[in-house]
């Protein structure tokens, strides 16, 4: 399994961006995914989470109403689309899958499989 996160950059408060994260080596229409991002300390925190068919999505308190995520399956292609950014959303984004398809889940020892990250900063 290969996941490449893509669209980060350096945005001003209140401003959007768009990250999406590009999967190989799975049958992407079966498998539940999800966004976590970390800040500078070693915690990773979940962000938000779809299912297979997008039918079904999660997300932190804190980005509820700001951020949704999305999926085609036709692509490959996991979303994130992010509105009304603030400083404190500057993290590393990653996309993650669980370790095997049909499985959705919210709980960030679930996943297995990770991209390389795209950085996020949102600073005027």
């Known amino acids: 399994v290969q996941l490449v996160e893509s669209g980060g950059g350096l945005v001003q408060p209140g401003g959007s961006l768009r990250l999406s994260c590009a999967a190989s080596g799975l049958t992407f229409g079966d498998w539940s995914m999800g966004w976590f991002r970390q800040t500078s300390g070693p915690v990773r925190e979940g962000v938000a989470f779809i299912n297979r068919d997008g039918e079904t999505t999660d997300y932190a308190d804190s980005v509820k109403g700001r951020f949704t995520i999305s999926r085609d399956n036709d692509k490959n292609t996991l979303y994130l689309q992010m509105n009304n950014l603030k400083p404190e959303d500057t993290a590393v984004y990653f996309c993650?899958?669980?370790?095997?398809?049909?499985?959705?889940?919210?709980?960030?020892?679930?996943?297995?499989?990770w991209g390389q990250g795209t950085q996020v900063s949102v600073s005027s």
């Open positions: 993650a899958a669980p370790p095997r398809r049909w499985l959705y889940s919210t709980d960030i020892e679930t996943y297995v499989h």
